[in-house]
């Protein structure tokens, strides 16, 4: 597995604006993912955070809301703009190891916009 | 559509019971199946199953795919207290939006252990 760690851990954050959620990891890894879970829901895929090009972003999801920066093997970033209550989630980075689907979550962030 | 539909939503039980989680899926060009252990924020990684009639097996916690009926059941024997948790069922297709390794998550299982 990978150690995985996320800053930061919770915000409190005013309608608006915008917040950078940064993951580390100790290894260098293949796959790097991003995932939504709003109140009482299950895990959504944002985007596959691409080194060295851009993300990949999966339906219902745009890049001018959510930009992902991926600038090596270890570390990513994913940005929440313009927030709005609705964007009140717990985000999840994700990785994978070599070509296997497993993956290994970091310990997320409780994003709250008022 | 591919989906994932876990049930029962959630569950209440004493330590020392048996459950039993259970995991549907409808999925174009299955890969494998995974279980995870959701405490607080962070799923935590339990099984990986790709082929059928095997149990994984770690600890308390075992798991079996059906491939044929498109199921796979979570069962912790001996309940504690500390196996309160949200479990999730996860799959990857093959090749789903183009990328490798992508999940399709049901919406959990909530589990309550009493004491």
């Known amino acids: 597995s990978a150690v995985i760690s996320q800053k930061p851990s919770r915000d409190i954050c005013q309608r608006g604006t915008s917040l950078t959620i940064q993951c580390q990891v100790d290894s260098q890894v293949t796959m790097m993912f991003w995932y939504r879970q709003q109140p009482g829901q299950s895990l959504t895929l944002i985007a596959t955070a691409n080194q060295g090009s851009e993300a990949t972003y999966e339906s219902g999801f745009v890049i001018d809301k959510f930009p992902i920066s991926r600038p090596n093997l270890t570390f990513s970033t994913l940005t929440v703009s313009n927030m709005s209550p609705e964007d009140s989630s717990i985000y999840l980075c994700?990785?994978?190891?070599?070509?296997?689907?497993?993956?290994?979550f970091g310990p997320g962030t409780r994003l709250l916009v008022l | 559509e591919d989906k994932v539909v876990q049930s029962p939503l959630s569950l209440v039980v004493h330590e020392g019971d048996t459950v039993t989680l259970n995991c549907s899926y409808e999925?174009?060009?299955?890969?494998?199946l995974l279980w995870y252990k959701q405490e607080k924020k962070a799923p935590t990684f339990l099984f990986m199953l790709t082929s059928s009639g095997i149990e994984k097996k770690s600890g308390r916690l075992s798991s079996i795919l059906d491939k044929k009926e498109l199921f796979s059941i979570l069962n912790i024997t001996a309940t504690q207290t500390g196996d309160s948790a949200v479990y999730l069922c996860?799959?990857?297709?093959?090749?789903?939006?183009?990328?490798?390794?992508?999940?399709?998550f049901g919406k959990g299982t909530k589990l309550s252990v009493k004491p």
């Open positions: 994700s990785v994978s190891l070599g070509l296997t689907e497993t993956q290994y």
């Open positions: 999925v174009t060009n299955f890969r494998s």
């Open positions: 996860a799959v990857t297709p093959l090749n789903y939006g183009g990328s490798q390794g992508n999940l399709i």
